[in-house]
């Protein structure tokens, strides 16, 4: 059994408690939300999938043996259902799939509000809004696959491993799509921005 | 490490320092003499910073609580469904409500295929109670100790083989019984079937005999030498399912005599004592007439 600071709340829910899964809601909402929104690239939207991924691994927790950590079961969630929620996008008429939040466009959204707030120069905030923007384009322009092993590793920072678990791909598939996924990126970014 | 081409993987594992030390070595060198690679390493570099700097955005306020309350209703349909339907509790009602039913509906169908059962079963014969009858019950007390032990059953005195074919009613019954009982557990549905067809007749036709009997009342100066002469007589008249009672004053024959012996045999009775005819039933239907012979004293 892995050693997984999740099992416990894991266990009670499978019991019938559903009490135990607003623990595990408060630990993982975060990181699940961030996962959808950098896969997805809008924050409402991101919330939606997000909440049905919570509610997708509720209702199918007595499924899960504890042969992976928790997190990474419900990462794997968030993502599977962030790609599904592209793909009902994509054949959505007039819906652009890239769309990622204009560059420079103020969203009010409560992440960056907060983000402003807690920063002291507003030059320096609009500046680093404004490359969080064009960053998050970029990632939003990249293929799924590409922008999944990015998400994971370079936004979120999970190891190779764990990465490995939650898209269920070989190690050597995790490095090479990394390595095209940076790469791409880099160009996308030399593009829009120009010098990095 | 031939060309530049091969150190964009090698870069970008370079950076998360998960390449091999003998890569990592090459690279390096490599990169001492490339300042393309060396760029493409500073860039790569930049970039990751750049992801990793990406502000984390907060969960909108109540987000927790929205998820929550959508946990809850599915937790509630969940355990309404478990409630009522999952197999293994025991404070389910449905089930209860369900066995109640069904034993309503039990006993309404059994009582409905009762009522439906008296409507095609014959009815009952209503003859008047022979003797035969009110000694029933007595036999029914001595019956189960007889059929436990069938050989060992014992005649009274007053019951006697009067010719080849007769044999005492008790004797008779208590063999039925124990045969049945022999045979109870080998019986096939159709041969249990058959028996039970067999004991409806038997009772129907024992309440036709009944009806149809010729009871004779007659009166002697002697019962014993007059039935030890009626047993004679019986017995030269071919008389089958003959048996004798002795009670109160009285000594009663049962016995079935060929229709065309009928007429003589009443007349050899006269020889014996004066006859009482009490009961003439219309006998042209049958072939052996049951005939009741009631011996008293004058």
Redesign the interface.
């Known amino acids: 059994m892995i050693d997984d600071a999740d099992m416990e709340f894991v266990l009670t829910c499978q019991k019938g408690d559903s009490a135990a899964f607003e623990i595990l809601v408060e630990r993982h909402q975060k990181k699940m939300l961030n996962i959808a929104y950098r896969i997805t690239g809008n924050y409402d939207e991101a919330c939606d999938v997000t909440q049905e991924a919570f509610i997708a691994a509720y209702k199918s927790i007595k499924k899960f043996k504890g042969e992976a950590r928790f997190s990474t079961w419900l990462y794997r969630i968030a993502i599977n259902y962030s790609k599904n929620h592209l793909k009902r996008m994509a054949k959505t008429a007039g819906r652009e799939v890239a769309g990622a939040d204009e560059p420079g466009q103020m969203k009010k959204e409560a992440g960056f509000y907060q983000h402003f707030r807690n920063t002291a120069n507003p030059g320096e905030l609009v500046e680093q809004h404004e490359r969080e923007a064009y960053v998050q384009k970029c990632i939003a322009s990249l293929p799924e696959e590409y922008r999944e092993v990015l998400v994971l590793r370079d936004i979120q920072g999970f190891s190779y491993e764990d990465i490995c678990h939650v898209l269920k791909i070989p190690d050597g598939t995790v490095k090479s799509r990394l390595s095209r996924a940076r790469s791409a990126l880099k160009d996308c970014l030399k593009n829009v921005i120009g010098d990095l | 490490m031939k060309n530049c081409k091969d150190m ?2 090698k ?3 370079y ?2 320092d ?1 390449l091999s030390a003998e890569d990592k070595r090459k690279l390096e060198e490599h990169l001492k003499a490339c300042p393309k690679c060396r760029e493409a390493l500073a ?2 570099q ?3 910073a ?12 109540w ?2 609580q ?3 309350a ?3 209703e ?2 509630q349909k ?2 309404f469904t ?1 409630k009522w339907f999952y197999p293994l509790r025991i404070k389910i009602p449905v089930q209860v409500f369900a066995a109640i039913f069904i034993v309503v509906i039990a006993v309404y169908v059994y009582r409905a295929g009762n009522e439906q059962f008296r409507e095609v079963m014959p009815p009952v014969a209503t003859a008047p109670l022979t003797q035969e009858q009110k000694e029933e019950p007595a036999a029914a007390e001595y019956e189960p100790a007889e059929i436990a032990a069938p050989p060992a059953y014992r005649t009274t005195d007053e019951e006697k083989v009067v010719a080849g074919s007769i044999i005492s009613d008790k004797q008779d019954y208590a063999r039925q019984l124990s045969r049945k009982e022999s045979n109870a557990d080998a019986e096939t549905p159709e041969v249990k079937s058959r028996s039970l067809q067999a004991v409806m007749e038997k009772d129907v036709s024992s309440a036709q005999m009944k009806q149809e009997s010729h009871i004779i009342v007659l009166r002697v100066s002697d019962i014993d030498s007059a039935a030890a002469h009626l047993e004679k007589i019986l017995a030269e008249y071919n008389a089958s399912r003959a048996s004798k009672q002795s009670t109160d004053g009285k000594v009663v024959f049962r016995a079935e005599i060929g229709k065309e012996n009928l007429k003589d045999f009443i007349q050899k009775l006269k020889t014996l004592g004066v006859i009482e005819n009490k009961v003439s039933a219309d006998v042209d239907a049958l072939e052996q007439i049951p005939v009741v012979i009631e011996i008293q004293d004058q």
């Open positions: 964009g993987n870069i970008s594992l950076l998360d998960v860039d790569m930049k970039v990751k750049m992801t990793r700097e990406l502000s984390e955005l907060e969960p909108p306020p987000f927790k929205k998820i929550m959508q946990v809850r599915e937790a969940k355990s478990e």
